[in-house]
């Protein structure tokens, strides 16, 4: 079996279409005797943000060094069990960029920092992409004003692109095949910051947004609908210092999120633009928080969960009215013994669900899981493993995430 230490040192990429002939491949093969739900078909050092209903994901990968290049964080595509980065290659490009979000038409929306060093000097913030190659200087679509940074979260099949922009984080929504502009903002809740995170092919966006109402000093934070109009959706909690955040949306307007409860956190599934409800409450898998990240078309939801008293978390399914452990869903290969799936953060119609898993609470890495009625059999996914010592530590506990920030949202003092 290999150590983790061991396969994060083997792990390698395909950069920019080409593959690295070098070092051996590991062959994961689903048998015809599996029980399990779920087959993994791929786990690696590249971080998934979105994934379409072509099985397409989307993300980031962390390097220590890149070819020369130090703390590279890449934009990256996985396709027919290949990785690809496509803003850096070879110490050329985008010295940090993240892939946040992918339609069904292979559009690909993120955001770039600054340009390597040595490389030409290109602009940094949101892009949209849907070409070969390296970004150029035409995918990028401004800020809501000249000069401000721009996050895009997620992108519809209208190619509206939401996300974040400005010094302060102001929601934004494009127009179709738009770019940012100062007609592009959504507004607060009456605070100074929001973020959108989410929007269907109605225009439905969602997202979170600061209140005017402040406690201890720090506005509360809210989920919202806007469809036109900026809805707050409240909270789960009896309480008035509750926060909450919304997600994911559905082409159906279901909309997924967590909320702080009068005892803990919850992922909550609501419909419609008026406040939470008791029963939009999904629960947990034992212990005290749970976290909704993604919902799909058959009203499916993941994300993740504590599971007992001591706050650890695992990724849950929840379908048919009850929250299941994806772990009890998948039979991870030897060679990932030891490995939990912590986070659930995406799942498209065809039930495919990206993640984080991680080894002993140490190291992070990304997954993707397929209905395993959905794998050819036999079915072989290759993870290349070249000798790649660059990466390594910088892989510990990095999911670069927007989830990673929003469960950070502090805990109400009861």
């Given at each position: ?376 059999e036999p079915a072989t996914w290759a993870f290349m493993l070249l000798g790649f010592g660059c990466m390594g530590a910088g892989l510990r506990r990095r999911e670069g995430s927007r989830r990673a920030v929003l469960t950070r949202m502090p805990a109400v003092q009861r």
């Open positions: 079996m290999l150590s983790a230490k061991a396969f994060v040192r083997a792990t390698g990429r395909a950069l920019v279409g080409k593959s690295i002939a070098a070092g051996l491949a590991l062959s994961l093969v689903a048998g015809a005797a599996s029980a399990a739900s779920y087959t993994l078909v791929y786990a690696g050092p590249s971080i998934w943000r979105d994934i379409n209903n072509a099985n397409v994901a989307v993300g980031s990968t962390f390097y220590d060094s890149y070819f020369g290049v130090p703390q590279v964080l890449t934009a990256t595509v996985w396709k027919d069990g290949i990785a690809t980065d496509f803003s850096a290659s070879f110490g050329s490009g985008y010295a940090q960029a993240m892939a946040t979000g992918i339609n069904d038409l292979g559009v690909i929306t993120g955001f770039t920092g600054g340009s390597q060093p040595g490389g030409p000097v290109l602009p940094s913030g949101a892009f949209n992409y849907s070409g070969s190659g390296l970004l150029q200087e035409a995918d990028f679509l401004g800020a809501v004003q000249p000069g401000e940074f721009a996050q895009p979260a997620a992108i519809n099949n209208h190619n509206v692109v939401v996300g974040a922009s400005g010094v302060t984080a102001v929601a934004f929504a494009t127009a179709p095949d738009g770019e940012i502009t100062p007609l592009s903002g959504l507004g607060t809740l009456g605070g100074p910051r929001s973020s959108a995170n989410a929007i269907n092919d109605a225009g439905l966006v969602v997202g979170q947004a600061d209140t005017s109402v402040y406690m201890s000093g720090q506005p509360l934070n809210r989920a919202f609908a806007y469809d036109g109009a900026m809805h707050d959706l409240g909270t789960l909690s009896s309480y008035e210092n509750a926060n909450s955040a919304a997600m994911g949306v559905n082409q159906s307007g279901a909309i997924v999120g967590f909320s702080d409860a009068d005892f803990g956190r919850r992922a909550f599934l609501h419909t419609g633009t008026g406040p939470l409800q008791a029963s939009d409450d999904l629960g947990t898998l034992g212990g005290s928080q749970s976290y909704g990240f993604g919902i799909n078309d058959l009203g499916h939801v993941v994300g993740s969960s504590s599971y007992d008293l001591t706050g650890r978390q695992h990724a849950f399914l929840y379908r048919d009215g009850a929250m299941i452990d994806l772990n009890s869903l998948v039979d991870l290969p030897a060679e990932f013994a030891g490995w939990e799936l912590l986070s659930a953060d995406g799942i498209n119609n065809n039930g495919w669900i990206i993640g984080t898993m991680t080894f002993g609470g140490n190291m992070t890495f990304g997954f993707v899981l397929a209905p395993t009625a959905a794998v050819p």
